[in-house]
């Protein structure tokens, strides 16, 4: 496969997807409940975004707390398994006829 077709495979819509469910996993849960904030839309307007929590409701949901992800966004199990769905569809080795 030539260089081009690797590129473009990883900066697929899949590959940002396993990139982030990589971060996801690597991320400890500790770092993200603490971290800081750092949507911009929520610095700007002074109030929490559509999306805000999302990433760390996928750190919990990664290292197995459904609870802790459904408390800090209540479609973020749901975002992440349809994402790791997404990238195993993708990336997962096909049987060959």
């Not at 260089?3 to 473009?8: D, M, Y």
């Not at 997807?17 to 500790?30: D, E, M, Q």
């Given at each position: 496969m030539r260089?081009?077709?690797?590129?473009?495979r990883v900066a697929s819509a899949e590959g940002v997807?396993?990139?982030?469910?990589?971060?996801?996993?690597?991320?400890?849960?500790?770092i993200a409940e603490r971290g800081p904030n750092l949507c911009l839309i929520s610095r700007i307007i002074g109030r929490p975004c559509p999306a805000c929590g999302m990433s760390r409701?996928?750190?919990a949901m990664a290292h197995g707390d459904l609870g802790r992800s459904f408390g800090w966004h209540p479609l973020g199990p749901f975002a992440y398994v349809l994402a790791t769905l997404l990238v195993l569809r993708r990336y997962a080795?096909?049987?060959r006829p």
């Open positions: 260089l081009r077709n690797r590129l473009a997807l396993a990139a982030a469910l990589a971060g996801a996993v690597l991320v400890p849960p500790a409701a996928w750190v080795p096909r049987p």
